[in-house]
Every structure is written in C-alpha cells, then in structure tokens.
C-alpha cells in the first residue's frame, strides 16, 4: 500500500476519535476542517442575540472549525472561512472602529459564503444564529462594550493592543450558542455525549458541514489516487508538522517555471486527488505526529501499527520498548495465529542469558501475541529544505512480526549494560540506548550530568537517518560511528562525570560487539572470558587491572582519576609502551595493598600474561574496540567479586 493508503486506511480505522478535543490529547480533525488559535469568545442566543464576550486563555485557544478547500490554503487572497473568521470578515461594522484598509469585500464574501450554508437543507441551528446576529452589524460594538476590544482616545480599536500575540484588529473569534430553553439541554452534544453549547465541540455541527460539503457536485473529476469519479482538490492542507507549519506535502503553484517544462501543460495533469482522500491522509499524518512523532530538528519521524496499537518504537532504548511491551501484552492474555509463527521461526538466543534478557523476549512475544496476521508498523519521516515545501523523506511499511524481529536482532547484536540518569537517581538496563541517546553519547558536549546537541541539533537528523537502516534491517553501523565512540571512550580524562563517560564506554562496547557480529560472525558477550588470548582483549584486561589495583588505595571520596584512565587515550594508540610507564606506577599502589589483596592481584596478572603469545604482547600497533570490550568485562568481574566477598565478610 503507497503511503497516502496507509494514511487513509489510519483514518477510516480512527474515525471515530475525529472532532474529539480531550485536554492535551491531539485531535484527530473531522473531514473538511482544521485548527486555528482563537482569541475572542462570542456567546449568543439560538435567535443571534448577544449575550457576552471573553478573551480566551492562551491554554484554550485551539479551536476547530470548517473551512473551504480555498480557506485552508489562504494567505494573502480574501477567502472566508465557513463559520469562525476573523474580525475584518465577520464584523459589519469593522470600519467605523478600525480605520484603514477597506474589508468590506471580506465581510460580504463571508456573509453570502454562511448564507448559502443556513439555507441549505444541510443547515444547522447553530450556523442560522451566527448568521442572524451577525446580519445586525453590531460585533466590534460589543465587544468594545464588553471591554475585550481597548479603544484608543477616538473610541476606534487601539491596533497597538495585542490579544495572545494577535493584534486586536486581527483576532480570531468562535461562538457558543446557548439554548437551553429553547431545545433542551442536551440540544448540542460533543462526541463524548456531553453538552456542549460550544461550536466547535458540537459533534453535529461537524456532521451537518461536511454533509454540506458532500453535496457539492462541483469540481469533479478522475481521482488519481482510487481511480474514482469525485470531487478533486489541487490545494492541500498546511500545517502538518505543527500549528505554525506553512509547508505543504503536495502543490502545483509554479506554472511560470520549471514545474511543468518538457512534462505537462497544467498542474492538471500532474496530478488530482480526491478531496476527501486528500483530507483523509493530510488529518491522520496530523493526528499520528502530535500524538506520537519525534522531532529531529525539524524532520518528524513516526511509527505506527495499522491496527491502531500501542507501537514499539524503534528509536527507544531497550527498557522503554520492553515496559510498552509488557503493558499491551499484560493487557491480554489471549494468543492468536501470529503465535504459531513466531514460536516455529525463533532462534536460540545467542546474548548473556541473564535474567534482563529473557525479560525483553517474552515481553516482545506477549506484545506479538496481541496482533492481528496482516499487521503492519509503518515508518514515515518528513522534512523540509525551504519554508514552503515539506518533503517526504522516509516512507517504510513492515509486516509487523518482521519488524519486532528486526528490534530483537538489534537489541541483542547491541546488548549490552547501560546507565540511565534520572531525576531520583541513575539506574542500569540491558540492551542498547535510544537514538536520541545515541546521537549526544557520540556528538554531544559535557553539560553537567548530560550531554547536550545544543548548536548541533542537526546532528540529531543524521543520527536518526544513519542507525535507521542498521536497526530495520540489520546493517553494520557505520564504521565512523564505531570509531568515534570508541575514541571518546579511550579518554575518560576528558569527561567531568565519571557516570557520562561510563555510558559512552557501554555504547562503544554495544557498537564493537555488533560490529564484530556482523563482519566476524563472533558474538561478544558480558561475561569475562579467562581463555580468550585475542591481544587487543588481553591489553583491555591488563588495563582494568591496573584500574581497580589503584582504585583500591583512594580514599571513598577521593575524586583523582587512575593512572590507567589517565594514560587510556595513549594506551589505547601504543599499548606496549604505554603499559610498561603504568606497571611502572603501579608498584607504590601494590605496596599499600594488604598482602592477600596485592597477591590475588598480582596472580590475575600473571593469569593474564600467560595468555599472550609473546609477539602479541610486544607489537605496540593501536588497538581495536575489542580491548574496551576486555577492559569493561574485567572491571564488571572484579567489581562483582569484591562486592561478593564484602557480603561474605
């Protein structure tokens, strides 16, 4: 399926959220409308009689109302809006108190625009009262005596006044119609079945406008997209990234250049969607970036099931993905026919086998369990290189028990231990960090306990687009990535925080151990292997040695670094020189080690040294990544002795 299908299909499946404004929940726009920000509340009567005025609340003032397939797209041309406009098109009497340019057009072009609609048989109470109080030309008197419009010394509008960041010849104004004693209580209900006297909750106002527009029989044509006879739209929705977005997916406006030259004649030939298709894809791309889309410096990438579930997103750390997980798979226990497919097809794990791990599985396999056979997890990104053209960038549907298998390959060729900040403290998990992680473990600068991409936000984009394809469709990560991380954590003297360079030590250690699964077929894991005679894994057990022997002489709140850490970057570059001068400092911190102590340590070394050949150990070349991987394994063993033997004691 093309991805206007997949977004069409979203909506036909979500419809039923559509017009729904539930606090901070992003809405889902019902067909033939959108959003705007309002600032000035009318209520009247169901005859269009005054009753009061209000200024809105920056927090409320997202409003929903119909608008025109003209409307939508307007920015300099007069183009009314169907009901909720602006003053210069709903005020009669907008030049006696706001002196200037002449708008008389917009408000007779708004008035016979509503006429139409309150005539028709597709009318609505509520539009018939707009439409009678605004026929008395009296809204900038109002509000003037309601004291929501400041009047400078003439009694005209004061321009200068602002309303939110509007000014107030310019504010946006939506109706609530009270008629109680006329039609019931219940006369108006939202989607939620509560009364609701405001226009743009009213579930059957939406209804009535779209039936409106439905009936319209003008501007038909051959659908491109389904193949069918409809009504055609060659003027598509904006704001689709946020409220402020003024890009469009879709346009035709440059028939003086280069749009059309050698190709077609007119924009007609391009191209001709369906209106209502068009609708369809434009408000679920909306709903599904607000409510779950992820900003990389202005490119929104997104995840969805077709199904409408809970997604496991893949630009998660581990710990995230396995907590949604076990929510959904918590939520029902029954298994269906995925079930069989992916018990038949699962390989043997190949990672730790501790207890983390098989808590990632079965809250994947219980996840899977919940989905239908035909599911699919679609991945959709967009971006934009000028202000008015938004470009779809990443367009990639999955079978969904291919996708979760791809997230369990990434997980596991990757896992490894990693420390997450916070605010109650740092806790560890096993896995592999998240994309935005990734991205300031690799490029970020020291800020405090975090890292920070601030001035670099761009890094974050290239972060996302790089590791995509090693996630979805297991690829090696870039070489360049590995080297980098690999060289920041070769020098730990560089980071004020002990805890930031431990986790740029864990993402190393995950990006070596993929990258020698991939390109060697070894599998690396946590446990420290004592037979293991690899050179570059001997130097990284050699230096964490040293490591833990001087540690073990601070004091508790001794802030010093080691001599292993301080000569890492160097040991890193030439291990054979460099570790003769740290054995060489080693020995005052030998001799302050009680004797039991000074011999298990010196004995591991031995241990050590037995192990290398001899032209291993005297060939001073750089050493691979495989030596943190030795160095982060024999320091997580010692730290879990001493730890064992402290309990002991």
Same mark, same amino acid.
């Given at each position: 399926?093309?991805?206007?299908g997949?977004?069409c299909?979203?909506?036909?499946k979500?419809?039923?959220?559509?017009?729904?404004?539930?606090?901070?929940?992003?809405?889902?726009?019902?067909?033939?409308?959108?959003?705007?920000?309002?600032?000035?509340e009318?209520?009247?009567?169901?005859?269009?009689?005054f009753?009061?005025?209000?200024?809105?609340?920056?927090?409320?003032k997202?409003?929903?109302?119909?608008?025109?397939?003209?409307?939508?797209?307007?920015?300099?041309?007069?183009?009314?809006?169907p009901?909720?406009d602006?003053?210069?098109?709903?005020a009669?009497?907008y030049?006696?108190y706001v002196?200037?340019?002449?708008y008389?057009?917009?408000h007779?072009?708004?008035?016979?625009?509503?006429?139409r609609?309150?005539?028709?048989?597709f009318?609505?109470?509520?539009?018939?009262?707009?439409?009678?109080?605004l026929?008395?030309?009296?809204?900038?008197?109002?509000l003037?005596?309601?004291?929501?419009?400041?009047t400078?010394e003439?009694g005209?509008? =004061?321009?200068? +006044?602002?309303?939110?960041?509007?000014?107030? *010849?310019e504010?946006?104004? /939506?109706? &609530?119609i009270?008629s109680e !004693?006329?039609?019931?209580?219940?006369?108006?209900?939202?989607?939620?079945g509560?009364?609701a006297?405001?226009?743009w909750?009213?579930?059957?106002?939406?209804?009535s406008?779209?039936?409106?527009?439905r009936?319209?029989?003008?501007n038909?044509?051959?659908?491109?997209l389904?193949?069918?006879?409809t009504?055609?739209?060659?003027?598509?929705?904006?704001?689709?990234?946020n409220?402020? =977005?003024?890009? +469009?997916?879709?346009?035709?406006n440059?028939? *003086?250049?280069?749009?059309? /030259?050698g &190709?077609f004649?007119?924009? !007609?030939?391009?191209?001709?969607?369906?209106?209502?298709d068009?609708?369809?894809?434009?408000?679920?791309l909306?709903?599904?970036?607000r409510?779950?889309g992820?900003?990389?410096?202005?490119m929104y990438?997104?995840?969805?099931e077709s199904?409408s579930?809970?997604v496991?997103?893949w630009?998660?750390?581990?710990?995230?993905i396995?907590r949604?997980?076990?929510?959904v798979?918590?939520?029902?226990?029954e298994?269906?026919?995925?079930e069989?497919e992916?018990?038949?097809?699962?390989?043997?794990?190949?990672?730790?086998?501790?207890e983390?791990?098989?808590r990632?599985?079965?809250?994947v396999k219980?996840?899977?369990?919940?989905l239908?056979?035909s599911?699919?997890t679609?991945?959709?990104?967009?971006?934009?290189?000028?202000p008015g053209r938004?470009?779809?960038?990443?367009?990639?549907?999955?079978?969904?028990s291919?996708?979760?298998?791809?997230l369990?390959?990434?997980y596991s060729?990757?896992?490894?231990?990693?420390?997450?900040?916070?605010?109650?403290?740092?806790s560890?998990?096993?896995?592999m960090?998240?994309v935005?992680?990734?991205?300031?473990?690799?490029?970020?600068?020291?800020?405090?306990?975090?890292f920070?991409?601030?001035?670099?936000?761009e890094?974050?984009k290239e972060?996302?687009?790089?590791l995509?394809?090693?996630i979805?469709?297991?690829r090696?990560?870039?070489?360049d990535?590995?080297n980098?991380?690999v060289?920041r954590?070769?020098s730990?003297?560089?980071?004020d925080?002990?805890v930031?360079w431990?986790?740029v030590?864990?993402l190393?250690?995950?990006l070596?151990?993929?990258?020698?699964q991939?390109?060697?077929?070894?599998?690396?894991?946590?446990a420290?292997?004592?037979?293991?005679?690899?050179?570059?894994?001997?130097?990284g057990r050699?230096?964490?040695v040293?490591?833990?022997?001087?540690?073990?002489?601070?004091?508790?709140?001794?802030?010093?670094?080691t001599?292993?850490?301080?000569?890492m970057?160097?040991?890193?570059q030439h291990?054979f020189?460099t570790?003769?001068?740290?054995?060489?400092?080693l020995?005052?911190?030998?001799?302050q080690?009680?004797?039991p102590?000074?011999?298990?340590?010196?004995?591991?070394l031995?241990?050590?040294?037995?192990?290398?050949s001899?032209?291993d150990?005297?060939?001073?070349?750089?050493?691979?990544g495989?030596?943190l991987?030795?160095?982060?394994?024999?320091s997580?063993?010692l730290?879990?002795?001493?730890?064992?033997e402290e309990?002991?004691?």
């Open positions: 399926m093309n991805w206007i997949e977004l299909d979203l909506y036909d979500n419809s039923g959220l559509a017009g729904i404004m539930d606090g901070e929940t992003p809405v889902l726009l019902p067909l033939y409308h959108t959003t705007v920000a309002a600032q000035i009318v209520t009247i009567d169901e005859n269009g009689n009753l009061r005025a209000e200024k809105i609340p920056d927090e409320e997202s409003t929903i109302i119909p608008v025109t397939d003209s409307s939508a797209s307007r920015t300099a041309g007069i183009e009314p809006h009901l909720c602006n003053l210069k098109y709903l009669g009497d030049a006696v002196p200037g340019k002449d008389s057009k917009n007779e072009l708004y008035m016979e625009q509503i006429g609609w309150a005539d028709s048989p009318s609505h109470k509520k539009v018939r009262a707009v439409y009678q109080y026929l008395k030309n009296t809204l900038i008197k109002d003037i005596d309601e004291k929501v419009l400041e400078d003439n005209k509008v =004061d321009a200068r +006044k602002k309303l939110q960041i509007v000014s107030q *010849a504010a946006f104004v /939506r109706f &609530r009270e !004693e006329l039609f019931g209580e219940k006369a108006f209900l939202d989607r939620t509560a009364f006297p405001e226009c909750k009213d579930r059957t106002l939406q209804e406008y779209i039936a409106y527009c009936s319209d029989k003008e038909m044509g051959l659908s491109y389904t193949g069918e006879w009504q055609i739209s060659y003027l598509q929705p904006k704001k689709i990234r409220e402020g =977005d003024g890009t +469009k997916l879709i346009s035709a440059d028939e *003086a250049n280069f749009t059309f /030259r &190709r004649v007119n924009k !007609e030939e391009a191209f001709a969607i369906g209106y209502e068009s609708q369809k894809a434009h408000n679920a909306k709903w599904i970036i409510k779950q992820i900003n990389y410096n202005g990438l997104v995840t969805w199904d579930g809970q496991l997103d630009q998660q750390d581990t710990e995230a396995c949604t997980a076990e929510a798979s918590n939520q029902s226990q298994t269906n026919e995925i069989a992916w018990d038949e097809e699962e390989e043997e794990y190949a990672g730790t086998g501790s983390g791990a098989a990632f599985r079965r809250a219980g996840y899977g369990r919940n239908s056979q599911s699919r679609i991945i959709m990104a967009v971006d934009a290189a000028t938004l470009a779809m960038v990443e367009f990639r549907p999955y079978q969904t291919r996708y979760l298998r791809s369990q390959d990434w060729r990757c896992e490894w231990i990693h420390a997450k900040i916070r605010k109650e403290g740092v560890t998990f096993l896995g960090v998240s935005k992680d990734a991205a300031e473990l690799l490029y970020g600068t020291e800020q405090k306990k975090y920070s991409l601030k001035g670099k936000e890094l974050y972060t996302a687009k790089r995509m394809p090693c979805l469709e297991g090696e990560v870039p070489v990535m590995v980098l991380a060289r954590a070769s730990p003297v560089s980071f925080s002990w930031l431990e986790r030590l864990t190393a250690c995950s070596v151990k993929q990258q020698y991939k390109r060697y077929k070894e599998v690396w894991t946590m420290l292997d004592e037979k293991c005679s690899r050179r570059d894994y001997l130097y050699l230096l964490a040293a490591d833990r022997v001087e540690y073990r002489t601070f004091d508790k709140d001794d802030g010093r670094e001599n292993a850490k301080r000569y970057n160097a040991f890193s291990p020189r570790w003769r001068i740290i054995e060489e400092k020995v005052p911190y030998f001799n080690l009680k004797a102590e000074r011999l298990k340590y010196q004995s591991l031995d241990e050590i040294y037995e192990l290398f001899m032209e150990f005297e060939d001073d070349k750089a050493l691979s495989l030596y991987i030795g160095f982060h394994n024999q997580a063993a730290k879990s002795k001493n730890k064992n309990a002991d004691k």
